[in-house]
């Protein structure tokens, strides 16, 4: 059996990678603070083992009670694979760094970045010894490689994941039983996400009508079509120790 952890789960792209990796031989732990029903019943339809962990992640020095949790699932006697999604994340504050809210910035840059940080780590100590595949996928952006005027925290949050990505894959190369990190930019989805920016004022973010457009011209790529290429990648051969990538350029 092969377990798959996947944070922000219950929608968006998190939901859509839940979704592709359906499988009888695949167990699915999902962690967000809502539960999707649509995995939650596809799992069960199709035989594929499912746990739901609520949880807000945004509570980052929680994430050592959340670790214990999650691998009270996974036995590791028997698992013939391991990998962690890390996906949830949100976009908010967004402005002029010196107008957004103190308090918005320390929550994001919790979830965006600490809470996968702190998660990678604890997945790290807990399969130190498990000879078997051990995969980490985190989810990047453009904004990790390119500022954006409204972005500040959401483009520091995510080229800091970006160097994580990289300095632990470094680290695992010397490991006895490597864990193996991407960091991969899905594109541009049609999420809340791009709700939350649609429906900010110009003065808060002057890309809007951009966004707008995106929408309006059917140009945004739909959760389940990204999530296929995700799943795809994580278990494939073209998965690679400390790369990061952008998958436009790629399928």
């Not at 005027?149 to 970006?162: H, M, Q, V």
């Not at 470094?170 to 920016?197: K, R």
């Not at 990204?226 to 790629?250: P, Y």
């Amino acid at each position: 059996m092969r377990y798959f952890i996947i944070t922000g789960a219950s929608k968006g792209l998190g939901e859509g990678i839940a979704l592709e990796l359906i499988d009888e031989n695949h167990h699915l732990i999902c962690i967000s603070r809502s539960e999707s029903l649509k995995v939650k019943q596809q799992t069960q339809e199709k035989g594929c083992g499912y746990t739901f962990i609520a949880f807000d992640l945004g509570f980052s020095h929680e994430m050592p009670h959340l670790a214990a949790r999650i691998f009270e699932h996974i036995p590791a006697d028997t698992a013939q694979g391991v990998y962690l999604v890390n996906n949830a994340g949100v976009v908010q504050p967004v402005g002029r760094a010196e107008l957004c809210n103190p308090e918005e910035v320390e929550h994001h840059l919790h979830l965006n970045l600490l809470t996968p940080m702190l998660l990678t780590s604890a997945f790290i100590h807990h399969t130190l010894k498990w000879p078997v595949q051990k995969r980490i996928l985190n989810i990047s952006s453009g904004a990790a490689v390119n500022a954006y005027w409204g972005w500040s925290s959401y483009c520091t949050g995510k080229a800091g994941l970006d160097m994580f990505t990289k300095c632990v894959a470094l680290e695992q190369n010397d490991s006895e039983h490597p864990a193996e990190l991407m960091a991969v930019a899905p594109g541009i989805i049609d999420t809340d996400m791009q709700e939350v920016l649609r429906n900010t004022t110009e003065d808060q973010f002057i890309m809007r009508s951009k966004f707008v457009e995106l929408k309006q011209n059917n140009l945004l790529i739909e959760p389940r079509v990204a999530g296929q290429k995700m799943a795809k990648l994580l278990l494939s051969d073209e998965f690679q120790n400390g790369k990061l990538i952008d998958l436009r350029n790629r399928y």
